[in-house]
């Protein structure tokens, strides 16, 4: 990632070239569309405030974005909050340096469904970007729940830790206690394409299409790999762009 400041890195940068024009802390409450542009109404931050806009890219997830369309079009605000999703508790994990048997090397690993009861996966912070850890200790992401055990995210922390570091001594060999541990618990994390996903995004744009110049980006319509997420922004833009030359 830019300057090895891992997926915050990219953030900064393409927010860098808006200056004072970015908003932060401001929530968008409502969006109108009318005399042929958008309306999105803010909440919080510098206070209320209404914006005028040509174009428009909802990047948001799909529950966000389906209350936001309820205004502008009932059914595709229906369709986009349908879409599900799975939980996720990431749990920060330091260690002193050679605390583990297994060598630290690479990404991570993942777990095959059958192979653990809470481990979904473990990626080595401090191995993929520099500057995540002090010298002489490693920061390890553990991930518990998803669609496998959505009810872990329930569970006290003491006992969700618990299970998660006796999977992780069964992979990498615990030779030490943590340093340091910190649990984050997402109960909206991953965006679920069942079966229904490609023709309900489908009715979604189809419907949002009547409405000039918006658009909508992000992992709950085109992927959950941050490289899905990525194209889908580009291909927004991309469209947005073509309609201009169109005018």
Known sequence: MVDGRGPGGLVALL??????????????SRIVFEAGAHRPELEGGCGSDTLRARTQVLALPAAEAGALLAGLDPEAGREAAA????????VSLGLAAGATR??????????????????????????????????????????????????????????????????????????????????????????????EHPRRVTRVRARLARLPRLVLAGAAWDGVAFGDALASGAAAAARLLAEEDVR
């Open 15 to 28: 927010a860098e070239p808006l200056g004072a024009a970015l908003r932060l802390r401001a929530r968008v």
């Open 83 to 90: 879409l599900g999703y799975a939980p996720v508790a990431s």
């Open 102 to 195: 297994e060598p630290l090397r690479g990404f991570g690993f993942l777990v095959p469904r059958g192979e653990g009861e809470a481990l979904l996966g473990c990626l080595f912070a401090s191995v993929l970007f520099p500057g995540r850890a002090p010298a002489g200790h490693a920061l390890l992401t553990l991930l518990a729940g998803g669609a496998r055990r959505p009810e872990a995210l329930a569970q006290p922390e003491d006992r969700l830790v618990a299970g998660l570091l006796a999977e992780l001594d069964r992979a990498l060999g615990l030779r030490g206690e943590p340093t340091f541990v910190c649990v984050t618990r997402w109960a909206r994390a991953v965006p679920q394409p069942g079966r």
